[in-house]
């Protein structure tokens, strides 16, 4: 384990706890966004260039920016009164450490750790672009597709509000 | 002489770096370019404020700053001074912590952004192969600071001019990419310093820059009008409009933290101009063949200064736009203008060379630009000027 790894890994987990626990929930979305870019730091660190810029772009480009007009919309940004535990927690805790268990279980018992790791391959940017260009053209192609639905159905629930409150 | 002028700073940084010791030297190098960009670009800042100034002061028939030093030219000292020594005013009811850290966010994602653009020949701090990509990802945490900058001074004129300062950003980004995409088509890479390698050399005594072909001309308009938006600049300055938000998320920082806001501002005017250099002016190339022998780095900035004193014209001549007419523009004019502009770069990668490859891909690119702008005039009917309320 290397001193940037350590650091790295340090303060993604310690923002990842502070995001399940602080009060307000602006500053949770905030926090989160330090775990998001402390993921794509990780991603760096493992040479995965493309999946880290991707991770900074789509995470904290546009989703924190989602969560953080989400909260903003929905609710006002005040601290709630009630016990920051919900009810139910033992059971959550129960449920987590399950899977927590079985998940690592099942990599731990895995074949392609069990063997000598190989170096991972040089992989370039323009590697991925024909890769996606080419052999897994088709999924791209029906993603783009689902996205463009999507959209056009946000388009389409804003406008019928607008019309109705005319 | 040519080649040491050119290289002098590459040299120079090389030069220093071996006075370290062995191990510290990849960690030197990189402090070495970090602080040669902060104190390149912050001197850069010090002049475009005063250039600022006293263009905007010679287009509004004015004379700008003239008192301190000789024509005002020390007034940026002054202005530093008056930053370090105001009183730094927190609201009682602001968030402290997340309001003093929203001027760093701003401002370390824009440096780091600084790192990839060539300034010159090897003169790139950090040479990736996915440089575009990186400078993307990192300008997308401005708008996190802009949203905690608004947000945390609880003031409702800042947390309206964060909002709609993210929805600008993100609207304009999406032509801002779409645009440059482009370029990364025809080079075929994602690095900055590939980018401007494709763009060397001369047909005649023309250069081979992207800028005069009909998609890249159309890309690198699109490219600024977004990049225009993107740093809040007039007449995309509604986040900031004073007028109608008191300067918007920044209302409520003074002192050192407002010339931070400032500061970030500026230097993300440069990073996206230099990125536009890079892309489309052929980065650090010179114009004409015959002037090689000027330094690389010096035509990087010239080019630099040249878009910028475009910016301080366009905001001493246009009138602020409102609120949907800018959303208008970015999502029913640029965007199907940037992907027309993408399929026509397609069209010229693989269409032969010559006078018909020039006149289809022009034809596609002025026929969709007067065709957009036909079925978004051609609603509104220009007649008596009709006041709603005023009247």
Redesign the interface.
Known sequence: MTVPFAIIAFLTLASAVAAMSLRNLVHCALTLMLTFAGLAALYLQLGAQFVGFAQILVYLGAVAILIVFAILLTRASEPPRRSRFSATWVVGVGIAAGVFGVLSGVILSSRAIAGVLRPPPDLTVRQIGDQLMGKYVLPLEVIGLLLTAALIGAAIIAMHEQRGSK | MVETMDQIFVTLKHWLVGFAPGQCQPLFSAVLSVAAIILAFATLFAVTTLLERKGLGRIQNRYGPNRVGPCGILQPLADGVKALTKEDVIPDTADKV?HFIAPLVLVMPVLLALAVVPVGRNMAALD???GV??F??????T??SV??AG?SSRNKYSLLGA?RA?AQM?SY?VPLILSAVTVIMAA???SAVRIVEAQSGYWGVIPNWYVLTPWGLAGFILFMVAATAESNRSPFDLPEGESELIAGYYTEYSGFKFALFFLGEYLGLFAVSGLGITLFLGGWHAPLPGLDWVPSWLWFFAKLLVIIAAFIWVRGTLPRLRMDQLMGLAWKFMLPMALVNIFVAGLWRFLPGGVGRWSVCSILVVGAYLLLGRLLAGRKQPGKRVYRYAE
Do not use: P
């Open positions: 997340v990736t192969d996915a990509l990186f993307f990802a990192v300008g997308a945490a708008e996190l949203f905690m947000w909002l993210i993100i980004e075929g890479s994602l």
